[in-house]
């Protein structure tokens, strides 16, 4: 079955504590990105990936990292958590990258990582 | 930077009732999406329009794409239960860096 999948799917930790959250799609996808989502401001893009090794920040990129060493994962890495990233993470897929021109493709996203930092 | 206004914010309806959201900017759109996300999940693409006064049916819900390629609205004929969930707009603007920009959200409520 085609799908993005994320884990943890809850997570509750403390200020500072690293953690990762992982993603993987099966569908062998060019694209890839990390979203936020908060009560009444909608998906914020964190960082995306246009394929292996490429990697660019999106709005909201502080305090994130991402890595792209395979074409199928993406993690999102919070080095020093702090309770301001409290929220619901999403990751996204698409065969191609909004981005190029013309291209209209879907974002498929995962089931989402509700993070709690305390 | 650009923002997608998307209106109402909530909506909780009966049964049966016709309902229209609304999708705003002031920017010109190359493209714009709908996706529906339901609790728990991600989520999942509606459809996708392209052309200025594009008009594009998805059984009970219509999707309008407005003439000035600014706005688009979904139209839901006779709402269900079934169709309660967090209605997102996604607009791709085109120039030298293209960008998806979600909107805010709609939260739509069907009481059976």
């Known amino acids: 079955e085609a799908q993005v999948t994320q884990n943890p799917r809850y997570l509750i930790t403390v200020t500072g504590k690293k953690l990762t959250v992982t993603c993987s799609q099966n569908?062998?996808?060019?694209?890839m990105s990390w979203y936020r989502q908060d009560p009444g401001l909608g998906l914020r893009q964190i960082y995306y990936?246009?394929?292996?090794?490429?990697?660019d920040k999106g709005d909201v990129p502080e305090g994130y990292k991402v890595s792209r060493k395979e074409k199928r994962n993406f993690p999102l890495i919070l080095e020093s958590p702090s309770p301001n990233q409290t929220s619901l993470y999403f990751c996204?897929?698409?065969?191609?990258?909004?981005?190029?021109?013309?291209?209209?493709?879907?974002?498929?996203f995962g089931e989402g990582s509700r993070l709690t930092v305390l | 930077t650009q923002l997608l206004e998307q209106s109402p914010q909530f909506l909780s309806i009966q049964e049966g009732e016709n309902l229209t959201v609304y999708c705003n900017s002031s920017?010109?759109?190359?493209?714009l999406q709908w996706y529906r996300q339901e609790p728990g999940e991600g989520p999942v693409l509606l459809v996708t329009?392209?052309?200025?006064?594009e008009v594009k049916k998805l059984k009970r819900l219509t999707f309008q794409f407005g003439d000035a390629r600014k706005d688009s609205s979904l139209h839901i004929t006779a709402a269900q239960p079934g169709d309660t969930g967090l209605y997102l707009c996604?607009?791709?603007?085109?120039?030298?860096?293209?960008?998806?920009?979600f909107g805010t959200g709609t939260l739509l409520a069907v009481q059976p």
């Open positions: 569908m062998n996808h060019e694209y």
């Open positions: 329009v392209v052309t200025g006064g």
């Open positions: 996604a607009g791709l603007y085109g120039g030298a860096t293209n960008k998806l920009i």
């Open positions: 996204a897929s698409s065969l191609k990258s909004p981005l190029r021109t013309g291209n209209t493709g879907e974002l498929f």
């Open positions: 920017s010109v759109f190359s493209s």
């Open positions: 990936s246009m394929n292996v090794e490429v990697t």
